[in-house]
């Protein structure tokens, strides 16, 4: 569901270039691509077995999306020189030690955090056009460090929970920070991923999740 979610909550428009950080087999890109015609995806992976996933999944679906080979810490500099409107990351956010990881190696490392949230932050940074957006998902127990990270920068931050059920806490956090963009924190109402009850989807969720809507971060 992440990999729906974060696509949608970025305010990309056509012609706008956009780079995906650890892009994996290219979900959100894809997703991205089909809800916003136009947009021009990078992506930047550092499993070659993903890679190769994404471009196939890019072939098959007739989208333009250029995948990239690399190391978040040390990015190849056809990506470090480049520069983006919107740069989206689902980086892997448990730590080792938290969670069970998946006995798939490859899956097992894009779950369990091998680098710091910061150095996604700081790259996702350098890379941005001023005034473009840096949008993330995370899990909810980790949104004070993202706070913290984000803190030394300038630029305009919005922040929207996303919980289960009405009344309950959030267990993941959509972000939009835009760089250079007017300093403050603007936490907008929930998106309700299921009505009461829990059988079915709630009709925000449903736009988003199986007909293109956006996520909206109206206060």
């Not at 920068?153 to 309950?168: A, C, E, Q, Y």
Request: with cysteine.
């Amino acid at each position: 569901m992440d990999s729906v979610l974060l696509p949608a909550a970025v305010p990309a428009m056509n012609g706008e270039h956009v780079l995906d950080l650890g892009c994996g087999a290219g979900v959100a890109s894809l997703c991205l691509c089909c809800r916003v015609s136009g947009v021009r995806a990078t992506g930047l992976e550092l499993q070659s077995a993903y890679a190769r996933i994404a471009r196939r999944n890019a072939r098959i679906n007739q989208v333009e999306f250029n995948v990239v080979d690399g190391n978040v810490l040390q990015p190849p500099e056809r990506i470090a020189a480049c520069r983006f409107n919107h740069v989206l990351a689902n980086p892997p956010y448990h730590r080792e030690g938290t969670a069970v990881p998946p006995s798939d190696e490859g899956r097992a490392a894009s779950v369990i955090e091998q680098v710091p949230l910061s150095a996604w932050t700081e790259l996702g940074l350098a890379v941005l056009v001023e005034g473009g957006w840096l949008t993330m998902v995370l899990p909810a127990s980790r949104q004070q460090e993202i706070l913290s990270t984000l803190h030394g920068f300038i630029g305009r931050l919005m922040l929207r929970p996303v919980v289960p059920l009405p009344g309950r806490p959030a267990n993941r956090i959509l972000l939009r920070y835009q760089k250079g963009g007017r300093r403050g924190l603007t936490v907008v109402p929930p998106l309700i991923l299921h009505e009461t009850g829990g059988s079915s989807f709630t009709a925000e969720a449903e736009g988003v999740l199986r007909h293109g809507d956006p996520v909206e971060f109206r206060a």
